[in-house]
């Protein structure tokens, strides 16, 4: 992939363009390689003006807080894309409704909804990525997702046309949504209800002793390894694992959690082959003990 122009532009961009960057302390796992071009753009100006010189030459992703992505320990062939400061503004519109950039934290929103008395999105605070992942993801927990308090998107494609997608014209599924990949969400709208704030947090701190006591923190660790099957809430996967995968089962320093089956973890160096064989051993043998596939809900990047 030929990147003279991209180097040429990256002197006069507003945001930061660089080159074979590591990408390995900018997710959860610490795992990964290198990344052709990495790029931070400051402004919806900057992030349009790349996308047009870039021309779709080769892969984009997009990465929020890298709470649930896996790379590989091999170079990126493209672009990563991290939204900048600009992206991360939390707007009041009415006394019901919020405007958020997808760069802030999904904890942040739950924060500032809080503050101004707005019920709804307390589970939020118990999901540790951005809000364009929770869309891209359908982000949820406690019974409550994305879709239930999503008015609408504000995205643009990888050509650089900016538009607006409102919730009911999308299809939410069980951690995803049926939107084409080459998008990258901009911000988005949510609806709550008034309530106490006192009630608010009660309630988010109910919750978030609830994780707490029950998902490891403060690790090498992506969050929710595989999906819980669809239509089957008597199949969790940490019970599937539990009764399917040696709880000691290790490559290299990918580990199971001992606190969550469903939470693997790397030790210390793991290398993404590790994760990967450790992924593709847990999913055989629950296949062959239970007959459920499991299906993966940390992204692999590749």
Same mark, same amino acid.
Request: net charge positive; aromatic share 10%; proline share 2%.
């Given at each position: 992939?030929?990147?003279?122009?991209?180097?040429?532009?990256?002197?006069?961009?507003?945001?930061?363009?660089?080159?074979?960057?590591? /990408?390995?302390? %900018? !997710?959860?796992?610490? $795992?990964?390689?290198? #990344?052709?071009?990495?790029? @931070?753009?400051? &402004?919806?100006?900057?992030?349009?003006?790349?996308?047009?010189?870039?021309?779709?030459?080769?892969?984009?992703?997009?990465?929020?807080?890298?709470?649930?992505?896996?790379?590989?320990?091999?170079?990126?062939?493209?672009?990563?894309?991290?939204?900048?400061?600009?992206?991360?503004? /939390?707007?009041? %519109? !009415?006394?019901?409704? $919020?405007?958020?950039? #997808?760069?802030?934290?999904? @904890?942040?929103? &739950?924060?500032?909804?809080?503050?101004?008395?707005?019920?709804?999105?307390?589970?939020?605070?118990?999901?540790?990525?951005?809000?364009?992942?929770?869309?891209?993801?359908?982000?949820?927990?406690?019974?409550?997702?994305?879709?239930?308090?999503?008015?609408?998107?504000?995205?643009?494609?990888?050509?650089?046309?900016?538009?607006? $997608?409102?919730?009911?014209?999308?299809?939410?599924?069980?951690?995803?949504?049926?939107?084409?990949?080459?998008?990258?969400?901009?911000?988005?709208?949510?609806?709550?209800?008034?309530?106490?704030?006192?009630?608010?947090?009660?309630?988010?701190?109910?919750?978030?002793?609830?994780?707490?006591?029950?998902?490891?923190?403060?690790?090498?660790?992506?969050?929710?390894?595989?999906?819980?099957?669809?239509?089957?809430?008597?199949?969790?996967?940490?019970?599937?694992?539990?009764?399917?995968?040696?709880?000691?089962?290790?490559?290299?320093?990918?580990?199971?959690?001992?606190?969550?089956?469903?939470?693997?973890?790397?030790?210390?160096?793991?290398?993404?082959?590790?994760?990967?064989?450790?992924?593709?051993?847990?999913?055989?043998?629950?296949?062959?003990?239970?007959?459920?596939?499991?299906?993966?809900?940390?992204?692999?990047?590749?």
């Amino acid at each position: 992939m030929e990147t003279e122009d991209i180097k040429k532009l990256a002197l006069s961009i507003d945001g930061d363009v660089l080159f074979n960057q590591s /990408i390995k302390n %900018l !997710n959860w796992f610490n $795992i990964g390689g290198k #990344t052709k071009i990495f790029f @931070k753009p400051n &402004s919806l100006k900057s992030l349009i003006e790349y996308l047009k010189q870039y021309a779709l030459r080769g892969k984009i992703f997009i990465l929020g807080n890298g709470s649930n992505v896996l790379f590989d320990d091999k170079i990126y062939d493209g672009t990563v894309i991290k939204l900048g400061k600009s992206f991360s503004n /939390i707007t009041l %519109l !009415n006394k019901e409704t $919020i405007i958020a950039g #997808t760069a802030v934290s999904q @904890k942040k929103v &739950s924060e500032f909804a809080k503050d101004f008395n707005i019920s709804g999105l307390e589970f939020m605070s118990c999901i540790p990525g951005s809000i364009g992942g929770g869309i891209r993801m359908n982000s949820g927990c406690f019974n409550k997702e994305f879709k239930d308090v999503l008015i609408s998107i504000q995205l643009v494609d990888f050509k650089g046309i900016v538009r607006s $997608i409102p919730a009911k014209n999308i299809n939410f599924n069980y951690r995803s949504i049926e939107l084409p990949k080459d998008l990258i969400f901009l911000s988005a709208t949510f609806k709550g209800k008034e309530k106490l704030r006192g009630e608010i947090n009660d309630y988010m701190n109910e919750l978030n002793a609830i994780k707490n006591m029950n998902q490891p923190t403060k690790i090498k660790t992506s969050g929710s390894t595989f999906k819980n099957p669809i239509n089957q809430t008597d199949k969790k996967v940490w019970k599937l694992i539990r009764s399917s995968v040696p709880s000691e089962t290790s490559y290299g320093d990918a580990v199971i959690s001992e606190k969550h089956a469903n939470f693997f973890v790397n030790k210390k160096n793991a290398k993404s082959a590790d994760m990967k064989s450790l992924i593709n051993f847990v999913k055989k043998k629950v296949k062959d003990k239970t007959g459920i596939k499991l299906e993966l809900e940390i992204v692999v990047v590749e």
